[in-house]
């Protein structure tokens, strides 16, 4: 969850898994600001990202 003017809230089925997602979140929002730095990035519709995100799931990615 992102809270404005707060930052984020992360959840996992434990503290580690709650900490490696937010350290994630952070790194995605460091690629997202080097990116706009370039121009504004060519963001994927919900419909790509869950064409993406289905590709993962079907490679276990993430899950090993």
Request: glycine share 6%; aromatic share 10%; no cysteine.
């Amino acid at each position: 969850f992102l809270l404005a003017n707060h930052g984020q809230i992360t959840v996992g089925k434990s503290l580690k898994d709650a900490f490696d997602l937010a350290i994630q979140v952070e790194d995605l929002a460091k690629m997202y600001i080097q990116a706009n730095q370039l121009g504004p990035p060519n963001n994927l519709s919900f419909a790509q990202m869950e064409m993406v995100r289905k590709q993962f799931e079907e490679l276990n990615y993430g899950k090993t």
